[in-house]
């Protein structure tokens, strides 16, 4: 009886184990695109865009974290954002498990989408809940382009009660 136990106990120690890794490295290729969208934003853009129907089995927080890279790709491949309804999940997803990290790059995607809709208030008001995310952060890739998009959306004349 104990052999049979310590059979089952293993076998289900060694699932937990391979479902864990199967899982980390499909996030972990989500990170090594998001080093490419700096670098080769097309390459990176049309990769996320053929993994898209793949993305939709995976855990939540893959398709989270995918759903943030995709905005950021378009962003930089200047292809215009025509809705904020998926993004506005991500957003809720992120503030309910309190992850600062990932939520300041959804705040800072809302903020992108909210430019491209021309409603330069609510851009502003997102690109300063990103930078109140950003306290602890060591992005400072991305801390410089919320600053950027705000100091660009200032200068074209907009908002002038969101100001820096």
């Known amino acids: 009886m104990k052999a049979f136990f310590f059979k089952i106990l293993l076998v289900t120690f060694i699932f937990i184990v391979f479902s864990a890794c199967q899982n980390k490295g499909k996030d972990y290729h989500l990170y090594s695109i998001e080093k ?7 390459k990176a853009y049309n990769y996320l865009d053929s993994i898209g ?3 939709k089995d995976a855990p939540d927080s893959t398709q989270m974290f995918y759903q943030i890279l995709l905005c950021r790709a378009k962003d930089k491949c200047y292809i215009r954002h025509k809705s904020d309804s998926t993004m506005q999940n991500v957003v809720k997803y992120y503030k309910s498990r309190n992850d600062k990290e990932h939520l300041m790059q959804a705040y800072y995607c809302m903020g992108c989408i909210n ?34 998009q705000m100091g660009q959306l200032q200068q074209d004349g907009y908002a002038d009660e969101f100001a820096l």
């Open 53 to 55: 129907k793949e993305i």
């Open 115 to 148: 430019r491209d809709l021309q409603q330069a208030d609510k851009a502003l008001k997102y690109f300063h809940n990103a930078l109140d995310c950003s306290k602890n952060s060591n992005k400072y890739e991305l801390i410089a382009r919320i600053y950027s």
């Open 36 to 42: 490419e969208i700096l670098q080769d934003p097309h």
